[in-house]
């Protein structure tokens, strides 16, 4: 299986570091793009296009920190932040735009109701994606 371009979308949770970690030994491969993106979620009482400053300086640090991630790795991301309403559409708009091979997203181990829970965003993603996703789960804890 080749990938030529891959997306990461990223949250500033632990299993980031992982995920990007997988995505650019995938890409390294085939010689991969491999973008990087943080969603800002806007919500419906502001205007989309709205400057949120301490949202946008905490995706600034969790872009970095991705970038370092991909440094450590030898390997070079491009990082981009997106704002939108809700993060699912933001990640599937982008890989449509992109053209990607292959979203690869990092899936923290939480829990919902004493269950075990993908949140909303995961199963968006799985449902509309127009490409191959890989899902990398942190271990229970």
């Not at 793009?33 to 949120?52: D, Q």
């Not at 370092?68 to 030898?74: M, P, R």
């Not at 909303?120 to 191959?132: D, E, F, I, M, S």
């Amino acid at each position: 299986m080749e990938f030529h371009k891959i997306l990461v979308p990223v949250t500033g949770t632990q299993v980031d570091n992982e995920a990007m970690r997988l995505a650019c030994r995938l890409g390294k491969k085939d010689k991969a793009k491999v973008w990087v993106v943080c969603v800002i979620t806007v919500k419906r009482s502001l205007p989309l296009a709205a400057e949120i400053e301490s949202e946008t300086r905490k995706a600034e640090s969790i872009l970095d920190h991705a970038e370092s991630v991909a440094e450590e790795e030898d390997y070079e991301a491009e990082t981009d932040i997106l704002q939108a309403r809700e993060a699912g559409p933001a990640i599937v708009d982008e890989a449509v735009e992109r053209g990607v091979d292959l979203i690869l997203m990092g899936v923290p181990y939480k829990r919902r109701f004493g269950q075990f829970s993908l949140g909303t965003v995961v199963p968006y993603v799985l449902t509309n994606a127009p490409c191959r996703i890989i899902l990398y789960h942190e271990r229970a804890t």
